[in-house]
Structures are given as C-alpha cells and as structure tokens.
C-alpha cells in the first residue's frame, strides 16, 4: 500500500499568515493527490484534487503543488475560517489512503 | 444540493452485526460510485468499501474484507454497508462518500455528516 505522510502534525498561527502543509507518499502517485478540510465535528469536506486544482467555491488564497512524492498546500492570508484539519489522500492505487492530518490551530 | 444522510449506527457487542445505510439525493444515484469510510474516535480517516454506480463493481479495504460487505439500491437511491464479526477496533464514525465517476471511484466529493459505530467488549 501506498503511505502518505503529512508534516507538520499541528500548526499555530496568525490571521494573516502564509502557511504551507507538507504531504510525502511512499511512491510515485503521479497528480492524484487531494486535499480535504475537515472542521471539528462536521465531515470532511474536499478542497483540491489533481494536486492543484481548486473545488468550485474553493477561494483563490488555497493553492497546491508538486508531484510524484511530494506535494504541498499553501493557504495564503490565513482566514478565521481557515483554522481546521487537513488531509491529503492519493486517489493513484486502489488503497486511497489518508495521509494522518495537519492540524491548523490560531496562535 | 447534494445530500447524504447515514443511519443504523448505535453500540453493538464485539462479534455482533449491524448494517448502515445511507440515502442520497440531489444527483443520479445510478451515475455515481460510493464509498464509505471512517474515522476512529481522536484520528485520521480510512477508506472502508466503494461500490460503482451499477454495484457490479466492490472494493474493500484490508480491514474490512471478508467482515464487512457493501451494497446499494438504485431504486431507493441508498448505499448499504453489512458489518459482521465486529471489533473493537471497528469503532468509529462511518461517512458515506460521494464519487466522483461512475465506477469504482478513487475520489470522493460530498461526504455525510457520518453515523457513530461504537463496538464494546
């Protein structure tokens, strides 16, 4: 199976910051990275897919990037809204997994 | 507006069964694959099983082959999930998730607000 590994595990910051989430898999997954946002108590919802191509609604400050192994997601001017927890999965294998979640917390 | 609403969760015995179902609306049913996944009380998510549009077509994860079993009613517009020879490790909140094509989706694009499974031994 393929494994995805997200870093940091939990991040603090500030309204108004720049923020990059980090997602490694194991191998090759080529574009079929995702990322999801999830807030507390309600389910997940999906923000990006094809590694950087925004959901519609999705605002413009979410931007994602790399391929292969390692990808990113940048929230840009950080929004109260923004605080939450976020998932990358590959959709590459038939195994779909998660990777364990970044937690975006207000400093 | 798509909807997904998940029932049939409650507290059942390690080794017993139970069934979720989940009721669409708002797309054609028939059109689109399902999943479902869970989430463990406190931790990350993990894809379960996904049927295609048709239900020709399952997928399980390793946990829950040979336990678990999916399957859907297009009439009724409804995705089941059979869970047999519970653990205690199955506990955790079960989502219903859209796909996002007609067969055995890898993506997911509306999840439901998800149904708690608590297994007790």
């Known amino acids: 199976d393929i494994q995805m590994t997200q870093s940091p595990s939990t991040l603090s910051a500030s309204v108004g910051d720049r923020v990059t989430i980090t997602c490694r898999a194991s191998?090759?997954?080529?574009?079929?990275l995702a990322w999801f946002q999830q807030k507390p108590g309600k389910a997940p919802k999906l923000l990006m897919h094809?590694?950087?191509t925004l959901v519609n609604g999705d605002p413009s400050r979410f931007s994602g990037s790399g391929s292969g192994t390692e990808f990113t997601l940048t929230i840009s001017n950080l929004q109260p809204d923004d605080f939450a927890t976020y998932y990358c999965q590959q959709y590459s294998s038939s195994s779909r997994t998660f990777g364990q979640g970044t937690k975006v917390e207000i400093k | 507006e798509v909807q997904l609403v998940e029932s049939g969760g409650g507290l059942i015995p390690v080794g017993g069964s139970l069934r979720l179902s989940c009721a669409a609306s708002?797309?054609?049913?028939?059109?689109?694959?399902m999943s479902w996944a869970r989430q463990a009380p406190g931790k990350g998510l993990e894809w379960v099983s996904s049927i295609s549009g048709s239900g020709t077509t399952t997928a399980y994860a390793d946990s829950a082959k040979g336990r678990f079993t999916i399957s859907r009613d297009n009439s009724k517009s409804t995705v089941y999930l059979q869970m047999d020879s519970l653990r205690v490790e199955d506990t955790a909140l079960y989502y219903c998730?859209?796909?996002?094509?007609?067969?055995?989706?890898?993506?997911?694009?509306?999840w439901g607000q998800g149904i708690l499974v608590t297994v007790s031994s």
């Open positions: 998730a859209r796909g996002d094509c007609p067969g055995d989706c890898y993506l997911t694009d509306y």
């Open positions: 191998r090759n997954i080529g574009t079929s």
């Open positions: 094809t590694r950087s």
């Open positions: 708002g797309f054609t049913f028939s059109s689109r694959g």
